[in-house]
């Protein structure tokens, strides 16, 4: 099925950039300047909701259709490419955290935008669970609306051990269990569901076109 590779493809980015955000968290000293300056992980946090927000409202309008499989890895890639070339070597991502003052209205507003996104992607599978398993589109749309409330709380943290900072991840350790439950352990250690469940639905389209 064309989603979970989609899904699949865009987790696998998503990791690659979280492990730079774990290294640049404020106090590492993997990366020079992120001991006493958090504004590169905040920034590396963004690229990931970002690429994380696009792909589950994509993901959506993939069920039942065949698009080619080839290109996912690609476009991901060339987003990883250009995102970490913004910030490391070009330097003109916007702001997302100044020391003493917090969060910057650019990093307000793209949680916002990002929390919304999440929700209407919510949505869309739920529109769509006539065509795909309802576990799976219930998974997906749990994972979808978690991701959105861990987002709002990423906004009114003032510093980056704060508790609604902590709460949010902590809601991210669960979402990240639903989406194993959905990906994993439904869609590939039990794929004899799917498979059934094509078949019954193909029986059932021959009946009603004869």
Do not use: C
């Amino acid at each position: 099925n064309a989603i979970y590779v989609f899904i699949g493809s865009a987790f696998l980015v998503s990791a690659l950039i979280s492990i730079l955000h774990a290294l640049a968290y404020k106090g590492m000293t993997v990366f020079e300047g992120t001991v006493t300056n958090a504004n590169l992980g905040t920034q590396l946090w963004l690229a990931n909701q970002y690429i994380l927000a696009v792909s589950f409202v994509i993901a959506p309008f993939l069920i039942g259709r065949n698009p080619r499989r080839s290109i996912f890895m690609p476009l991901f890639g060339a987003y990883l490419i250009l995102i970490l070339l913004s910030i490391f070597w070009w330097k003109n991502f916007p702001v997302a955290y100044v020391e003493g003052s917090g969060l910057t209205k650019f990093k307000d507003y793209s949680e916002y935008i990002v929390a919304i996104a999440f929700l209407f992607s919510a949505y869309l599978f739920l529109q769509k669970r006539k065509s795909l398993d309802s576990k799976v589109i219930g998974l997906f749309a749990l994972v979808a609306f978690l991701f959105s409330t861990s987002t709002v709380l990423f906004t009114f943290y003032v510093g980056v051990y704060g508790f609604f900072n902590l709460a949010g991840h902590l809601i991210r350790v669960a979402t990240f269990y639903a989406i194993y439950l959905g990906v994993v352990e439904l869609g590939w250690m039990k794929p004899y569901e799917f498979l059934y469940r094509n078949f019954k639905q193909g029986e059932a389209n021959i009946w009603t076109t004869e």
